[in-house]
């Protein structure tokens, strides 16, 4: 995928809701000009800063999961007795919908951006865990007995070949997570907070009605959305050359 | 150089591979281990590195009891050997990196050395092996054969004195695989070092073994050994001595089946 052809169909997009807009001639479905022009100048107020608080939210729950998920998918790929105890538990937490917990872990966490962390944090962590543990468990006997031919214990196999061997799994666990955190995370924003997208874009569409001013809230959370997914594929360019030259 | 006392090791599931096995292997000696699939000869190699452990009797190496892979001692696998994430060089140098991550503590690493600069250890073997134009490739895009003397640089890089080989070459085109085969003998020669190369082809085993052992079907009490001494460089592949090792141990095989 190349910049250019982002790029055209960014433009295609803004022509058909152009086209929408004009259509619908509704104050609810304003035109993106409009909209732009209010993104512009409601980013250096106040929308600049719930992007920046929403931003904080995800990174610190992106590095809260990998913190957890990595040790402990790393421990659980590599010793198949851990793996059969935890993994009927794994299994059946993996694919509840973690955005349904979201008023109980208000309830514990109470207001601030702890709670917030936390629901986002559950998404990712399994997400990881699962794709870690399957990568470590998968590598090659032949490859794990050379290395420790070469003198490797348990912490260097961890080192030098366990680590490398799950990066590109994690990344992979945070790209594909990235979309659903961004929208549990506007989901949480809308409860006991008034910083945030999700804040920002409840608020001004709701109570104010002034639905530029929104839907420059919901392009900054697309943005926020956009942004990591980028950065995550960038990333995984940079730190994982070998899986991108054949 | 190894010494194997009266050694029984079975797999979990109770198939019993070697009972009560016996052998000797002096130091500079070349020996090839050769036998048909699921003869044991692999898990003869794997116990001699040290990967796994006879369930009674002993091995030792160099006098000292074998409890885990010894530092001195080198293997080099069939395949999926090197990092996939790790170029040529990296690759090569992935031995002394593990050394230096544990210091000189005689467990992990010799404990008579020390590695102040990788580099000049690692470039070396780059260019005898004719890697350095490769060296910042990674495995996924080189040859077979690249990929194999990558591995061996890799091991003689650590400056073994006991060399393991399972089915080093088997993976390879003919051409590449005597080109390799060569290498082996050429720096077996030039660096004295103890030799076991595992192998099921018979041709393999009387180029590269100066002693043959053959085993048979499990489990293994005692094998036949055959002497190969003129098995010093690949001209040997010519004489006459070869063609009627390479028949003696065709009929030993068959007889044993």
Redesign the interface.
Known sequence: MKRGQVLVAAIAIGVVWEGLALIVRRPILPLPTLVIQSFITELPRDLGEHFLASLWRVIASIALSVALAVPAGLILGQSQRLDRIFSPAIYLLFPIPKVVLVPVVLLFFGIGDLPKIIIIFMILFFQILVLVRDQAAGL?P??L?????????R??LF???YL??S?PAILTAIRQSVGTAVAVLYVAELFATQRGLGYYIYFTGSTLFDYPKMYAGVLAMSLLGLGLYFAVDWLHHRL????F?? | MITLDSTRFAYPDGASVFEDFSWQVGAGEAWAVLGPSGCGKTTLLYLLAGLRYPSSGEIRIAGELLIKPRPRTGLILQDYGLLPWATVRENVGLGLRVRSFYGPDGVHAPSDESIPRPDDRIQPWLDRLGLTPIAESYPGQISGGQRQRTAIARTLALDPDLLLMDEPFASLDAPTREGLQALAIELRVERGLTTVVVTHAIEEAALLGQRILLLGPIPNKTAEMFDNPEATDTAYRGSPEYVSMCSRLRQAMEAAE
């Open positions: 090659r032949e490859l007995h050379s290395v420790r031919s070469l003198g490797a214990g912490r260097a080192r030098f070949v490398p061997a990066l994982c050359a070998w899986q030259t054949q």
